[in-house]
Structures are given as C-alpha cells and as structure tokens.
Antibody, heavy 126, light 108 residues
C-alpha cells in the first residue's frame, strides 16, 4: 500500500529545534516531489516547504523561510524537515504529502498532493 | 495572507447540488486541486487538473475553472460529504504552493 508515515513530533520550548521525518513506502520515491503541509489547531492548511525529486530545488513558505530546512534521502525513501528557532505559532499538525504529476495547462503544471500521511504533532510551548 | 479565497461556509440540502468557489490570480495559469478533510483525518484529494477524480472518489464531485475562479461542484450531496474543503495551487510566481482559506460544507 502506498503510504507516508511521519514521525518526530513532540513538545519543544520556544527557540528550540526539532527534526521531522517522513517514511515513504510502495512507490518509487525519487519519481516525486515531496512537501510538508501544516495545520494549526482549528485552522486551515498551510504549505510549509517542498523539494523536487532530486533534492536540488527547494521552496519555503514565508513564515518558515530561514528557520526550516527540507531535505530528502532517496536511498532511504525518506523526507525530512529540520525546524530551528521554533515559535509558538509553529504549533501544528505537520503532514508529509506527495506531489502528483500532471495537471498541465500548456507548460504550467500543478497536479496537487495525492498522498498524505496522518501527520505528526509539534507543540511549541514553555 | 492566502492568495486563494474561498467562502467560509455553505450549506446544502441532502441530495441537492452545491458549488464551491476558489478565487486567485494564479488560477489564470494553473489548475486548482481540491481536498476534502473530515474531522481528525488527513486531507484527501478529490479533484485535480481540468476535472480529474482519483480512484475511489464518487462521480458526484466535479471541477471546472474560468478566468481566476475554480469551482468544485457536488451534485446530489450526501451526508458523508459534510466536511471542510480546501483548494490549492501554485502561487503567482509558480515556485511556491498555496492553499485556500477553506469552506465548511454542511449537509442539511
């Protein structure tokens, strides 16, 4: 079964660091871009970061740029998110999501996130 | 602030049709994708591309777009369709992704 399983979430103090992991199974991991999406309690979805199939292109949302770093290890079928200088507003459920191929309108393509994990909770609190 | 705007909440009578909309400049260039999220669950992709439904998504869900507006239509809404719905696409630069503000659908 195609699956994403996140881990690494916990309670951390403001200013602290945390590393999230996402293990992929039953698909060719290095065929796909991967992303992190978060959802604060009772709030909507927020894109956090994305990485292309090879790992040489990354992107970040404005709220985490300069503090979070996304990476992947294709040999281990794993995605990571290193989170530094954590703030209370980073408290959220963090999802790992696979980026689907296709959805092209001419040369502008967006296929969405077709596989999601169940999420790992990060709580930033003193 | 989000670059994709959705109505906060809509209601629909059981068996009737409801259309959700998502507005944003980037939708002139990129398709929107739509997700259904029920309480305590991860989002599920329901529509992508021009009007593509992943395997397992009922055909009462359909998508369309015009100009800067994408729409998700539920034809013959069922009780199990009660959920939050989010649109999503690339932002105007094309490099980043963005989610809409979400619409809570209530089936009466």
């Amino acid at each position: 079964e195609v699956q994403l399983v996140e881990s690494g979430g916990s309670v951390v103090r403001p200013g602290g660091s945390l590393r999230l992991s996402c293990a992929a199974s039953d698909f060719t991991f290095d065929d796909y871009g991967m992303n992190w999406v978060r959802q604060a309690p009772g709030k909507g979805l927020e894109w956090v970061s994305g990485i292309n199939w090879s790992g040489d292109s990354t992107g970040y949302g404005d709220s985490v740029k300069g503090r979070f770093t996304i990476s992947r290890d294709n040999a281990k079928n794993s995605l990571y998110l290193q989170m530094n200088s954590l703030r209370a507003e980073d408290t959220a459920l963090y999802y790992c999501a696979r980026e689907s191929l296709g959805g092209c309108r001419g040369t502008s393509c967006w296929g969405g996130f077709d596989i999601w994990g169940q999420g790992t909770m990060v709580t930033v609190s003193s | 602030s989000s670059e994709l705007t959705q109505d906060p909440a809509v209601s629909v009578a059981l068996g009737q049709t409801v259309r959700l909309t998502c507005q944003g400049d980037s939708l002139r260039r990129y398709y929107a994708t739509w997700y259904q999220q029920k309480p305590g669950q991860a989002p599920v992709l329901v529509i992508s591309g021009k009007d593509n439904r992943p395997s397992g998504i009922p055909d009462r869900f359909s998508g369309s777009s015009s100009g800067n507006t994408a729409s998700l239509t539920i034809t013959g809404a069922q009780a199990e369709d009660e959920a939050d719905y989010y649109c999503n696409s690339r932002d105007s630069s094309g490099y980043h992704k963005v989610f809409g503000t979400g619409t809570k659908v209530t089936v009466l």
